[in-house]
């Protein structure tokens, strides 16, 4: 028992941490959407470098002179470029001109003016996910301690299981007040942001999976602190029947014999306990109960 509770402990503590990397991978990043805007090609200057297809070319080098009719050969979706961009939380970023780098501006700039309290929420939203995430995950490290009492062991493993579970509901309200706030700023940002196609990238999906893992390490928490109590409770119904038994006996002052069916009735009783919780769980000396925290492995 006392290497299965192990387990459960190591299991809820190894999905937090896997949790926590991902969902900060994810914060950093600015690759929750990506897509593509529409631009008109702007005009070639300087010399001639070989074919340049992300800038329109006149027909004459030389610009300067009005009197001369420039022609322009481009037409219909020639003369438009598709820049690629990818945005995040904190900064939108697009290819430059040349198609070569990114430019990146703060995404509180793309953000209407009357809609950015969304977006103030899906901030909020995610630093207190992060936050509670490392303070259930500190909890489980703290629990599985030795140097604490059962009891206290099972009180951090309760904190643990409500940190854990509060940081996963704050991670759903942060991504989906995120996903709001990117479709209001598509549809009433500024018109040289506006993309023409669009859709969610890695690190959006990266998020919501260290949501499910976050969930899936609250679960296994909880359901290590729930089936710990039911052991307990248990075993420590067990020994008090044993007791007041033997209690019983010595004061009817019973014959020996009675006492050879009562050691037939504990290994019953342990039997049955090995059959419920499993190998290894009859690790408590009955013989102590006010000690039955230390002693119960």
């Not at 009197?67 to 290819?95: D, N, P």
């Not at 490392?134 to 099972?154: K, V, Y």
Request: proline letters at 3%.
């Amino acid at each position: 028992m006392g290497i299965q509770r192990a387990q459960r402990a190591s299991l809820a503590l190894t999905l937090n941490y896997v949790a926590f990397v991902m969902a900060v991978s994810a914060v950093t990043t600015s690759y929750w959407c990506e897509g593509t805007r529409k631009v008109v090609k702007p005009f070639c200057m300087g010399p001639v470098k070989g074919k340049q297809t992300y800038c329109i070319r006149f027909n004459s080098t030389n610009v300067n002179d009005t009197k001369l009719v420039q022609y322009i050969y481009e037409t219909g979706e020639e003369k438009f470029l598709m820049r690629k961009f990818h945005a995040g939380i904190w900064f939108s970023c697009e290819q430059t001109m040349d198609l070569i780098g990114f430019n990146c501006r703060s995404f509180f700039e793309i953000a209407p003016d009357h809609e950015r309290g969304v977006l103030w929420l899906c901030i909020v939203a995610e630093c207190l996910y992060i936050a509670l995430l490392f303070t259930g995950g500190t909890l489980m490290l703290i629990e599985m301690c030795p140097c604490f009492s059962m009891m206290n062991r099972l009180k951090l493993s309760a904190f643990a299981a409500l940190c854990t579970a509060l940081s996963g509901l704050f991670g759903m309200v942060a991504h989906m007040m995120f996903t709001t706030a990117f479709q209001l700023a598509v549809q009433l940002g500024p018109e040289d942001w506006r993309p023409k196609t669009w859709d969610y990238s890695w690190s959006y999906l990266l998020a919501w999976c260290s949501f499910g893992t976050c969930m899936s390490s609250a679960v296994t928490a909880l359901n290590h602190y729930t089936k710990t109590i039911i052991e307990f409770k248990f075993r420590r119904r067990t020994i008090e029947k044993k007791l007041r038994i033997k209690q019983r006996i010595l004061e009817l002052d019973l014959p020996e014999d009675l006492w050879y069916i009562t050691l037939l009735q504990d290994q019953a009783d342990q039997h049955t306990t090995l059959y419920v919780n499993g190998p290894g769980s009859s690790c408590i000396n009955p013989s102590i109960l006010d000690n039955w925290d230390r002693e119960y492995c």
